[in-house]
């Protein structure tokens, strides 16, 4: 049996959205004879509290990527750097009582957000000192620190990833966890 492979998607940032130009008019008649795909009309998540990671705009494009079993639903703030400190050991805390998909996003120091792949199923190992996503080749395609203020990205069998940031070591600047149901 052949493996599925999966990719972390990039979404696109307020920049790469911006238009960069005209079209020629060739391309102007053929977008005038083709019809238009008909909008996606997604239920927009309603967060319980702000994020300090994620716009808007990220919310609205994750929100086209979620399982039809959480659409819908609102998300709640199940932990946050901001509000519960760096501790992986209150990241599992918070997180115990709680059921149902989670979405964790996180922006490193060079201002980097991990975006959700969207399509995959996550292979996740935990201790009290690191938590981990994705494994291969001894590389993780995410690893945390115990004390949530270092992380790690490499490429990795299990999710077909390119590192995820700019470096493969970085410091995190703000982690929040959202149980989305």
């Known amino acids: 049996m052949k493996g599925i492979r999966w990719r972390y998607t990039r979404l696109p940032s ?26 996606e009309d997604p239920v ?27 659409i819908g639903h609102p998300w709640h703030l199940a ?10 050991r209150s990241l599992y805390r918070q997180m115990e009582s709680c059921s149902g998909p989670v979405l964790l996003v996180l922006r490193d120091q060079d201002g980097q957000v991990f975006k959700w792949t969207g399509h995959n199923s996550f292979f996740v190992k935990g201790d009290l000192d690191s938590l981990m996503m994705g494994s291969g080749s001894g590389q993780f ?11 790690g990205s490499h490429p990795c069998a299990t999710f077909n990833n390119e590192v995820l940031a700019r470096q493969e070591q970085f410091c995190i600047k703000e982690l929040e966890a959202w149980v989305l149901s």
């Open 14 to 39: 307020q920049v790469e959205d911006a238009v960069s130009g005209k079209e020629s008019e060739g391309e102007e008649e053929e977008a005038a004879a083709a019809p238009a795909p008909p909008p």
């Open 44 to 70: 927009e998540p309603q967060l319980a509290e702000a994020s300090q990671v994620l716009g808007a705009l990220e919310i609205r494009q994750l929100s086209l990527h979620l399982p039809s079993r959480v």
């Open 79 to 88: 932990f946050s750097t901001s509000r519960d400190g760096f501790s992986l």
């Open 141 to 151: 395609g995410l690893w945390l620190d115990g004390d949530l203020y270092h992380g």
